[in-house]
C-alpha cells in the first residue's frame, strides 16, 4: 500500500545516512548520539557504543558475532545461497552486486552455530549496510533453515533483527517469507524450542511483523526504532505529532511490547544466563 | 451513480447507445432493430476484447471498485446460519475485521475477514478494512476457537493493508500479525484463504496463511501497493500503472511465481456486476477444495501446509 511504502522509504534512507555518519571509510568517526569524534579503531572495541553518551551505532554482524560466541566455536550455514531476479526487476542484480562489494556479504543475513558461554545455539544476524537488510527470498530462506536446523539439533534459535522491510524487488515472494519463517517459528515452537529475539536498530515492516516478533523473548537494544510502519507515514495517516520517542526500544518496552532493552556490552552475559537457566528444562545441548 | 472504470468506458459509452435506439424504435415509427442487432454484435466483442485482456492496472481498478462484493457479502450468499462475533477480549472490537461461525452444507465453519465499507460512512465505521492488532487478535481467537472444536476456516482478504496509526504501532501491530502467520501455520484444521479484492501487504496475509491461497480474477496481491513502489522506484507515485506491470500483482502472475495456489474465474465484467453469479464461482471452489481438505489426516495437512510454505521463494543454490 500506498503508507507501506513511505515507512519504508523513511527507514530505508534514514539508516543510510546515519551509516555514513557511523561508518566512514576513514580514520575518524562521529558519534551520532552526542557527536563527540572517535578513532573508529577505539570506536569498534567499543562495539559502537559511545563511551560518552552510550549512543548505539550500527555493528557489522561479523563483529556482532566475534562478540558474542566463544572464539572459534562459530561456524556458518547456507553459504552458497543465491538471489536471483524473480520479477525481473530492472537493476536489481547491479543494486545487490554493489552491497556485496561494499559490505563482503551475499546477502542480508548471517546464519550459524557455535557456542555462547559454553551453550551450543543456533543464530541469524541481520546486517543493515546490506539492501537495509529488506527480506527477499534469500533472507527468508536462510532463516527458515536456521530454524528449522535448531529445532532438527534440538538448540536454541537466537536472532539479531534489522530490517527496512520487504524486498520489494521481490514482490509477493518477499511478503510470503513472513509466512514461511512465521511457520518455522511454529514448528520450532511445537517441538519445544527456545527463541530469542533481539532487536537492533532499525526493525520494521515486514521482519518486525514476522520472526523478531516471535521470539520466547523479545528484547531491542537501546534506542532502537522497531514498528510495522514507519514514523513519517503514522504522522502522515493521522496529522498529530508524535513523541519524540516514538517506536524507540524503550517506548516498545514501556508499551509493553518488549521483555527488556540490553546493553550491548551486557548482551553476551545476559543471553548466557538465560541459555543457562534453561539448560534446567533440557533445552539446551 | 455507479462507479464506471477507465478502461470499460467504451464498453458503457456503446451499451448506453444502445439503449437509446431501443427507446427510440419504441417511441417512433421508426424501426431500428436491425440497426441495434449490429450494435449488440459489437458490443460482445468489445466486451470480450477488453475483458478478456485486462491490464494489470485494469485489474488493480477492478480490485477496487466500490461496488466490488465484500466478506459480508460473500457470507449472506455462501452461509447459512451465520452469526458474527466481537471483541478481541484484550482491548476492543475492530470493525476492519468480521468473524464469527456459520453452516457451510451443513458443517460448521468459522468465518474470518476483512471488511470494508461501500460508503463513506461505512468505511470510516470500519476504517477502510485496514485492521488494528485488536482485529487481527479477534481473528486469531476465533481461529484458535475453529482448532479446538474442530471446524475448517474460511478467510476472506480484502484490505489495503494494516492500520498505519500511532494507536496501532502502541498496541502492537507487528505482533499481532506475526502471531496470526505462526499460529495459522499451526491450526490442525482446513484453511482457506481468498483473495476477494486488494491483498495489501502484511495486513492481508495475517488472514492468509493456510492449506489453500485462492485468488479471484481480478483481485492484486502485493507487497507495496503500485502508488508506493512507484513513488520508491521512480519518485513518481503517478506511475502506479507501470509499477502494477513490474510488481506482479495479478492473479495470473502470482499463480506463476507459485504464491497461490489456484485462480477462481469472475464473471465478464468484474464480481461487482452480479454477486449471486460470482457467489457461485466462490462456492464451487470452496466446495472442492474443502471436500479434498477434509479426507487429509491432521499431521499430513500440516505437512503439507508446511511444504507448501517453505518452497515458496526464488534463489539459486
Ligand atoms: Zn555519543
Given at each position: 500500500?500506498?503508507k ?7 527507514h530505508?534512507s534514514?539508516?543510510?545516512e546515519e551509516?555514513?555518519?557511523d ?19 577505539e ?17 557489522p554482524?561479523?563483529?556482532?558475532i566475534?562478540s ?7 561456524t556458518e ?8 531476479n ?15 562489494l ?6 542480508a ?6 557456542t555462547i558461554?559454553?551453550?551450543r545455539?543456533?543464530?541469524?544476524v ?15 530462506e ?5 530454524i ?6 534440538d538448540?536454541?534459535f ?14 509477493a515472494l518477499?511478503?510470503m517469507?513472513m ?21 537492533t536498530?532499525?526493525t ?7 520472526f523478531a516478533?516471535?521470539?520466547?523473548y523479545n ?9 510495522f ?17 516514538f517506536?524507540t526500544?524503550?517506548f516498545?518496552?514501556e ?6 532493552v ?23 545441548s | ?32 432493430t ?6 449488440e ?21 477492478m480490485?477496487?471498485?466500490a461496488e466490488?462484493p ?6 449472506e ?8 462475533f ?14 464469527g461461525i ?9 468465518i474470518v475477514?476483512?471488511?470494508r ?15 488494528h ?6 481473528a ?7 482448532a479446538k ?12 493493508g ?14 499481532a500479525?506475526a502471531r ?6 499451526g ?6 484463504c ?22 479471484l ?8 501497493s ?12 503517478g ?15 502470482l499463480?506463476?511465481?507459485g504464491?497461490i ?11 461487482h ?14 466446495t ?9 489426516d ?7 501446509r508446511?511444504e507448501?510454505?517453505?518452497k ?6
Amino acid at each position: 500500500m500506498l503508507k507501506d511504502f513511505f515507512s519504508k522509504k523513511k527507514h530505508a534512507s534514514k539508516p543510510n545516512e546515519e551509516a555514513k555518519q557511523d561508518i566512514p571509510e576513514g580514520l575518524m568517526l562521529k558519534c551520532s548520539g552526542c557527536g563527540k569524534i572517535y578513532y573508529r579503531e577505539e570506536m569498534r572495541k567499543q562495539l559502537y557504543v559511545c563511551p560518552n553518551c552510550g549512543h548505539h551505532h550500527q555493528l557489522p554482524s561479523d563483529e556482532r558475532i566475534n562478540s558474542l560466541f566463544d572464539e572459534g566455536s562459530f561456524t556458518e550455514y547456507d553459504t552458497d545461497l543465491n538471489t536471483g531476479n524473480p520479477l525481473e526487476f530492472p537493476s536489481y542484480l547491479q543494486k545487490l552486486e554493489k552491497d556485496q562489494l561494499k559490505t563482503g556479504l551475499k546477502e542480508a543475513v548471517v546464519t550459524g552455530e557455535g557456542t555462547i558461554g559454553g551453550y551450543r545455539t543456533a543464530f541469524a544476524v541481520m546486517d543493515s549496510r546490506f539492501r537495509m537488510a529488506s527480506m527477499g527470498s534469500v533472507v527468508g530462506e536462510k532463516i527458515a533453515r536456521a530454524i528449522e536446523r535448531a529445532r532438527q539439533a534440538d538448540i536454541p534459535f537466537i536472532i539479531f533483527t534489522a530490517s527496512g522491510g520487504a524486498r520489494m524487488q521481490e514482490g509477493a515472494l518477499s511478503l510470503m517469507q513472513m509466512a514461511k519463517t512465521s511457520a518455522a517459528v511454529q514448528r520450532f515452537r511445537d517441538a519445544g524450542g527456545l527463541m530469542i529475539s533481539v532487536m537492533t536498530n532499525p526493525t520494521y515492516g515486514g521482519v518486525s511483523a514476522s520472526f523478531a516478533s516471535l521470539g520466547d523473548y523479545n528484547f531491542a537494544e537501546p534506542g532502537a526504532l522497531i514498528g510495522f510502519a514507519g514514523r513519517r507515514v503514522v504522522e502522515e495517516t493521522i496529522r498529530e505529532k508524535l513523541p519524540e520517542d516514538f517506536q524507540t526500544a524503550e517506548f516498545l518496552l514501556e508499551h509493553g511490547q518488549l521483555d527488556a532493552v540490553i546493553n550491548r556490552h551486557d548482551m553476551k552475559k545476559y543471553l548466557t544466563t538465560i541459555l543457562d537457566i534453561h539448560q534446567a528444562g533440557g533445552n539446551v545441548s | 451513480m455507479k462507479q464506471v472504470l477507465e478502461f470499460e468506458k467504451p464498453v458503457i459509452a456503446l451499451r448506453e447507445k444502445i439503449a437509446e435506439l431501443k427507446t427510440f424504435t419504441k417511441e417512433s415509427d421508426l424501426d431500428l432493430t436491425e440497426e441495434i442487432v449490429k450494435l449488440e454484435t459489437r458490443l460482445e466483442k468489445l466486451e470480450n476484447d477488453i475483458y478478456t485482456n485486462l491490464k494489470p492496472w485494469d485489474r488493480v481498478q477492478m480490485a477496487r471498485h466500490a461496488e466490488r462484493p465484500t466478506t459480508l457479502d460473500y457470507v449472506e450468499h455462501l452461509f447459512t446460519d451465520f452469526l458474527e462475533f466481537h471483541g478481541d477480549r484484550y482491548y476492543g472490537d475492530d470493525a476492519a475485521i468480521v468473524a464469527g461461525i456459520a453452516k457451510y452444507k451443513g458443517r460448521p465453519v468459522t468465518i474470518v475477514g476483512h471488511q470494508r465499507g461501500k460508503t463513506t460512512k461505512e468505511n470510516i465505521r470500519r476504517n477502510f478494512g485496514m485492521p488494528h492488532p485488536e482485529g487481527f487478535r479477534k481473528a486469531a481467537r476465533h481461529m484458535q476457537q475453529a482448532a479446538k472444536f474442530g471446524r475448517p476456516i474460511i478467510c476472506f482478504i480484502d484490505t489495503k493493508g494494516a492500520f498505519p496509526g500511532r494507536a496501532a504501532e502502541e498496541r502492537g501491530q507487528s505482533e499481532a500479525i506475526a502471531r496470526n502467520l505462526m499460529e495459522m501455520s499451526g491450526f490442525e484444521v482446513p484453511i482457506i484463504c481468498i483473495v476477494i479484492g486488494e491483498g495489501g501487504s502484511g495486513g492481508a496475509l495475517a488472514l492468509g496463511v493456510g492449506d489453500r491461497l485462492l485468488m479471484l480474477e481480478n483481485s492484486t496481491f502485493s507487497v507495496i501497493s503500485p502508488e508506493g513502489a512507484a513513488s520508491i522506484l521512480w519518485k513518481d507515485g503517478g506511475k502506479a500503472k507501470e509499477a502494477a506491470e513490474k510488481l506482479k500483482i495479478t492473479a495470473p502472475d502470482l499463480k506463476e511465481l507459485g504464491v497461490i495456489d489456484s485462480i477462481i474465474p469472475e464473471i465478464r465484467g468484474g464480481a461487482h456486476r452480479d454477486l449471486q453469479a460470482q457467489a457461485e464461482l466462490v462456492d464451487q471452489v470452496i466446495t472442492e477444495q474443502l471436500l479434498e481438505l477434509e479426507k487429509l489426516d491432521k499431521q499430513v495437512l500440516l505437512e503439507q501446509r508446511w511444504e507448501k510454505y517453505s518452497k515458496i521463494g526464488s534463489y539459486a543454490e
